[in-house]
């Protein structure tokens, strides 16, 4: 299970490689819709080396699911190739990245 309940406002996302990506994107998804309040959710990519555009839909699918719920989404863990495809795509405006995971789960907690 890749989502791991960090406290009771912050999810953590740890990703890993396809067949498995795709799938527990939409498993996070789902859970994410049934939970009330939505917490902020971090996104670890440390574990993903290839990314698709299906993925990257599925990634903005979670970011509209936050905005709407007043979440917020932070990534990290980005490989450079994997970073070249949100530089490449023009995600990179769109989406708030952190350095490393301390960061993100730090920045969100001094953010609230």
Do not use: C, Y
């Not at 939970?35 to 971090?42: C, I, L, N, W």
């Not at 993903?48 to 993925?55: D, G, P, Y």
Request: hydrophobic share 45%; no cysteine; aromatic share 6%.
């Amino acid at each position: 299970m890749p989502i791991e309940e960090w406290s009771d406002k912050i999810w953590l996302v740890q990703l890993d490689n396809e067949p498995a990506l795709s799938d527990d994107l939409i498993h996070v998804k789902e859970k994410l819709t049934q939970t009330e309040p939505m917490p902020d959710v971090v996104i670890d990519f440390s574990g993903v080396t290839h990314i698709n555009s299906s993925n990257l839909s599925q990634i903005l699918r979670l970011r509209k699911e936050a905005i709407d719920r007043d979440a917020r989404l932070r990534i990290t863990g980005l490989s450079d190739q994997i970073w070249a495809v949100f530089l490449t795509t023009g995600l990179d405006k769109v989406f708030d990245f952190a350095s490393d995971l301390p960061t993100a789960l730090a920045g969100l907690q001094i953010e609230e």
